[in-house]
């Protein structure tokens, strides 16, 4: 759509796998071989057609275009722009080289890979750098704005903004600021622009959610500049600025003076203070404002009277209000109509993206044709939010009235240590793994053939039972320390648990994309949470019985059950995280009591949850640090306790990390290149650390030397007696040959180390 009087529907970008998952069946086919790079993008062209027709046939008026993406958006601008590394420009030219930058080969490393802003999605880091020479290949949003008009839809292009990309990125020598870059990179988007105007964009949305983190004045005024350039062109397509995930505070007024013709700006969550920031202003009367006010981030019902408000509102601020989701629909699942399973009651509490394509067209139709227009939507609306309310699902007295003991280790970590080493006698650098081994297609199979009632229960324990021998026996071969039973009757390291626990919703179809062709299902937090039973002391009790070596429990902690999940919009999260770590509490003490020595309660999701404003980080750090304290300081001194955590920026939590006062923390470090080493000596982190030493994301093989050399720079900036070897992550994605391989590698390694001390 254009400018006129009549608001407009929209939303920033669509759920890219498809109903059935075909994205990743596509693409993992072609990893595999089985198929040719024709047919992997004549069916990602097949996806992008049928999202694009959804979208318009739900009512949307302007449907985006170049939200699509093979493995992930930022990978996507790195090729747009030319920021290929040399590394990777030497493989061969297309496909192989995009997804050599993504997962790398036997002998290229990928690009480092972490948290997109404080969602659990992931994207690629570019590597940029003072030599970096940019060169625009605008094929891929050209080709598909070709498309999608070919279906007879002008779509608006996404494009991530200049500021953004460059503050996203990271010179992996450390000689130079990418933001330094900004005069090199602003032609080629004068260039893109161009293009995309002569192929007939009338809009395009430049994303730049960086702005809604805190930002220097130097960062603001670049911001300035760096629009007023791209406005100054003549010929080009009208200039949408987008932000989300929370307020923009001192950018907002840097955005509206800009000469730019929309802002796309984010009204829920923590961003809801936009409101009252853009009535300071005064507003922005001369522009277009793309409200965001159905969340695109959690899948509750949207409160439409409430939305309503606060476009009723925005219209006196702006010269025309269309209404959008908060940001990209990509973080939620793609419709709540698969989920067969869910009771119709709770169904109606959810909207998952189709569902919210709905809602933002009933209020385009409400802010366009007043509340009577949609005075039915509205009375169906508040029905469900009242009855959501009014459920004993939700509010459960005893989980309420539980009170709380012991939220920290009584004896401090010099105490815990040697009565560990008295328990465990563990060698110096001791090694292990995550938690995971592979997961076969065998073990997938039995789980759907459970589920389908096909197998029954007896059979399906001896086969997970037999998993986990042959797990303990390998590790036992490859000469590990500290084993980990493989969990292989776990589908999920969230939704495993959230299938146990009282107050977790489940579903069968609300895949959500994690990185590449990796997708989960979160769970939904709909009520109290409580363990009605023991979770997990059956298998590891199992594992322990097979072995004289250790081997550990595996828990996902509080923090990560919340932020892997839909968490409840009703209630502060921070209690939400007391009730899901007494919980763990329980079972915690569960696995001790049965001769557990080593129990790993994961907290991967601790730097991605803390909020993007330096303002509100301290209140998240209490609760979100007291959850795990909770959760795992029931234990004897003997008992070592273990956290691990990946692919994430770590700077910004270390006193967290060592207020968590856990024995062991395992950390993602190999892409990297073993940075979090020096951090947590700088940091002067007093428990036992093990940076990881193999990227488990990419199918390649580190070896001894690799790993050696890894080593050798963790050895050199922390003391090995309080150093442990093991990899970034869970091996859950990896195949069993490559497992083998590199932990032999990690295996061998590790002894020349010991001999070199």
Request: net charge negative; glycine share 6%.
């Amino acid at each position: 759509m254009t400018s006129t009087s009549t608001s407009g529907a929209t939303v920033y970008g669509y759920p890219r796998q498809g109903a059935n998952r075909q994205l990743k069946k596509a693409t993992e086919a072609y990893w595999a071989g089985r198929t040719d790079a024709d047919t992997l993008l004549a069916a990602a062209r097949d996806l992008r057609s049928k999202r694009w027709v959804e979208l318009r046939d739900a009512g949307v008026d302007e449907v985006p275009s170049n939200d699509f993406s093979l493995y992930d958006h930022v990978l996507d601008t790195a090729w747009l722009l030319g920021a290929i590394p040399d590394r990777h420009a030497a493989v061969a030219e297309g496909l192989d080289r995009y997804f050599a930058m993504a997962r790398g080969t036997a002998e290229v490393p990928p690009l480092e890979m972490t948290k997109w802003f404080d969602t659990n999605y992931h994207y690629l880091v570019p590597e940029l750098g003072p030599d970096t020479t940019f060169a625009l290949d605008p094929t891929k949003p050209l080709a598909e704005f070709a498309e999608a008009l070919e279906l007879g839809i002008l779509t608006r292009p996404v494009i991530l903004g200049p500021v953004s990309f460059l503050l996203l990125a990271k010179d992996p020598a450390g000689a130079a600021e990418p933001l330094e870059l900004l005069d090199r990179l602003v032609p080629l988007y004068v260039d893109l622009l161009g293009q995309l105007r002569a192929a007939g964009a009338e809009w395009v949305q430049l994303d730049e959610p960086a702005l809604v983190t805190d930002q220097p004045t130097a960062v603001l005024e670049r911001v300035a500049e760096v629009y007023a350039v791209l406005a100054a062109e003549r010929v080009r397509p009208k200039i949408l600025v987008a932000t989300y995930f929370d307020r923009l505070g001192d950018a907002l007024p840097v955005l509206a003076a800009a000469p730019v013709e929309g802002l796309a700006i984010d009204f829920t969550g923590p961003a809801a203070a936009n409101l009252d920031d853009l009535v300071a202003l005064g507003g922005i009367r001369g522009k277009r404002l793309v409200a965001g006010v159905v969340t695109g981030r959690n899948i509750w019902a949207a409160d439409l009277s409430a939305a309503l408000s606060t476009l009723e509102t925005l219209q006196d601020l702006a010269g025309m209000v269309d209404v959008a989701a908060s940001c990209s629909l990509l973080h939620v699942p793609l419709d709540v109509s698969l989920e067969s399973d869910l009771d119709p009651e709770l169904v109606g509490w959810l909207s998952f993206a189709r569902q919210k394509l709905d809602e933002v067209v009933t209020l385009r139709d409400g802010l366009t044709e007043g509340r009577a227009g949609i005075q039915e939507a509205l009375r169906v609306n508040a029905d469900r939010l009242a009855a959501r309310a009014a459920s004993p699902i939700v509010r459960v007295a005893a989980v309420r009235d539980r009170v709380e003991t012991g939220a920290r280790r009584v004896s401090p970590y010099e105490k815990r240590r040697q009565a560990q080493q008295d328990r465990l006698a563990l060698p110096d650098l001791p090694t292990t793994t995550i938690g995971s081994f592979p997961q076969t297609s065998a073990l997938r199979k039995a789980r759907a053939e459970l589920r389908a009632g096909r197998l029954t229960d007896e059979v399906y324990q001896e086969a997970m039972r037999a998993e986990i021998r042959a797990v303990i026996a390998d590790q036992e071969d490859l000469g590990l320390d500290v084993l980990v039973h493989g969990e292989p009757e776990r589908n999920d390291m969230v939704q495993y648990f959230a299938e146990q626990l009282d107050g977790f919703l489940a579903t069968r179809h609300g895949w959500v994309q994690s990185y590449g062709s990796r997708y989960v299902r979160p769970p939904i937090i709909a009520g109290d949470v409580s363990r009605p039973a023991p979770m997990t002391v059956e298998w590891s009790t199992y594992a322990q019985g097979l072995t004289a070596r250790p081997v550990k429990g595996m828990l996902t902690g509080p923090v990560t059950m919340l932020a892997w999940s839909f968490v409840r919009d009703d209630q502060p999260r921070g209690e939400t995280a007391r009730q899901v770590a007494l919980a763990l509490r329980d079972e915690v003490a569960d696995l001790e009591a049965a001769g557990i020595a080593v129990i790993q309660v994961d907290e991967p999701a601790l730097r991605e949850t803390l909020p993007l404003r330096q303002a509100d980080r301290a209140a998240y750090l209490e609760w979100a640090v007291t959850a795990f304290k909770l959760a795992t300081s029931g234990v004897r001194d003997d008992t070592q306790v273990h956290t691990h955590m990946c692919y994430a920026e770590f700077g910004d939590v270390l006193q967290a990390i060592i207020d968590m006062d856990a024995d062991v923390i395992s950390l993602e470090a190999a892409r990297s290149k073993m940075a979090i080493v020096a951090d947590l000596t700088a940091a002067g982190y007093p428990n036992e650390v093990g940076p990881g030493v193999w990227d488990i994301h990419s199918p390649r093989v580190p070896s001894v030397e690799e790993i050696v050399g890894y080593l050798r720079t963790a050895v050199a900036g922390f003391p090995a007696d309080r150093l442990w070897v093991n990899p970034d992550c869970g091996l859950k994605t990896r195949g069993y040959r490559e497992v083998r391989a590199t932990l032999t590698n990690l295996v061998a390694a590790t002894g020349q180390l010991r001999a070199e001390a």
